[in-house]
């Protein structure tokens, strides 16, 4: 055994801890996509389809991306490919139907905005119990908690705001005390 093998096997596990992590970046890139473009049309009032349709494809590849080491031969990767195209241009389909002008008709923007993040979610959630994956199932399921969450701040933006003066407060309180000790 050589001694670039051994200090491999004898390395703490730190590294394993940022494998994670790196195995997680798209996830994590997803997400906070996602939750910029709920953000943004909310400020903006506008639905912004073209993003939308933009994270759908980069979550269509993060799935093809975070899957591809699985399949052991090229037809299962190819099957990987394929039944990931259909799924996404499925979820693509769906989201330019809520975006035809009838339907556009009968919805404010940033109600338009939630129903995509609800169909991204469903489409992340669905490839993830297709290609039995945990984070892509975790994904959706965050996705979809984000639509209520994103109505209760607008809701309750008064006392989100009076509970962040709070907290700001305390920690002013704390922070000065221990630098006057």
């Not at 989201?95 to 129903?115: C, E, H, K, R, Y």
């Not at 701040?153 to 309180?173: E, N, R």
């Amino acid at each position: 055994m050589s001694e670039d093998n051994l200090r491999e096997e004898t390395a703490p596990g730190d590294s394993g801890n940022a494998n994670a992590w790196r195995r997680r970046v798209p996830y994590l890139l997803v997400l906070a996509l996602a939750l910029a473009g709920v953000a943004y049309s909310n400020m903006a009032q506008k639905p912004l389809a073209g993003y939308w349709e933009l994270l759908a494809l980069i979550s269509g590849g993060v799935c093809i991306f975070t899957e591809w080491d699985k399949p052991k031969d090229k037809q299962a990767r190819v099957r990987l490919i394929w039944t990931q195209t259909v799924h996404w241009v499925a979820v693509l389909v769906a989201m330019n139907i809520m975006l035809l002008t009838g339907v556009q008709q009968l919805l404010p923007a940033p109600a338009t905005s939630l129903v995509l993040l609800m169909l991204l979610a469903l489409g992340c959630f669905l490839a993830g119990l297709n290609l039995a994956s945990l984070e892509l199932c975790f994904l959706g399921f965050v996705l979809a908690l984000a639509v209520p969450a994103v109505s209760w701040v607008k809701q309750s933006m008064l006392f989100v705001i009076l509970a962040a003066a709070f907290v700001v407060g305390i920690g002013m309180t704390f922070w000065s005390s221990r630098k006057e000790s």
